[in-house]
């Protein structure tokens, strides 16, 4: 019979392919499983996991059966102890983020790696959830990246790298600003005028600083759900800016310029 200490030795090695999106266990006809997963040239890479490795994880609650036969992915229980288990510093919080990598750019234009809890995002949770389309979550995250570019958040310190006449620390002009910020800002106003009055405040609050759904209901004096409501239809609106929606019958489309489009938006065309 295997032991626990494979077990769970085993289980971190797995559970790192099978939190990817698409891995899962296929049960095999005379016996045992074989876990699926991409690799890199698109198709699935295959490993044997023995009878009684599988049985050891099904009886701990980490694997739970799909809508599909024969396949088999990550309980909420498994990837809750796979969390703890490697967590370096607190387990508790690990178990409750979403952490990923990801490639941002700086306002600087120079891209870089790194870890971010896609849980403190209403529109990530929201689309985990099916509330929202993979259009709404893509205009939200575009909002939010052009914001953080941008440099929009209000400073709560000392601007350290700001220029010292006279002994005294000075604002920077504008001029000062790279390319990169500048252009956000740009593109920032742009579809914020495009969501229009009142969705243009919602997704400044919940997309752009984070604000919980049911505190912006409280601030604005909505009723209880009604937010989510208007944030769909504010993120759709930034869908239909950034042509990430494509509404009416099929037609050709075609490279146009900035002002073309614009032209077009102000006629009420998607």
Known sequence: MIGRYEVEREAKRLFRILRETGSHLARQPF???LLLSYGGDGKYEKEPVPEDLAQAFFKRGWIAAT???GRYVLSDAGAGWYERETAKADPFASQHQLRT??????SAGHHRTVLVDEAESVISRLKRRGVIDAAQ???GEKLRRDFTLAQLMPRLGVDLTAPV???RRAWRPEAAMTDTVLSAR???NR???AAGPGLSDLLFDVVCHLRGLEDAERAYGWPHRSARVVLGIALNALACHYGLRVTGEPRLRSWRSEREV???QAAGQC
Not at 101 to 106: G, S
């Open 67 to 69: 809508t599909r036969g």
């Open 262 to 264: 614009l032209e077009t």
């Open 137 to 139: 979550f893509d205009a």
């Open 191 to 193: 579809a914020m005028r």
């Open 186 to 188: 740009q593109r920032f």
């Open 101 to 106: 990598m990801k490639r941002l750019r700086d």
């Open 165 to 167: 006449p006279s002994g």
């Open 31 to 33: 016996g045992g499983f």
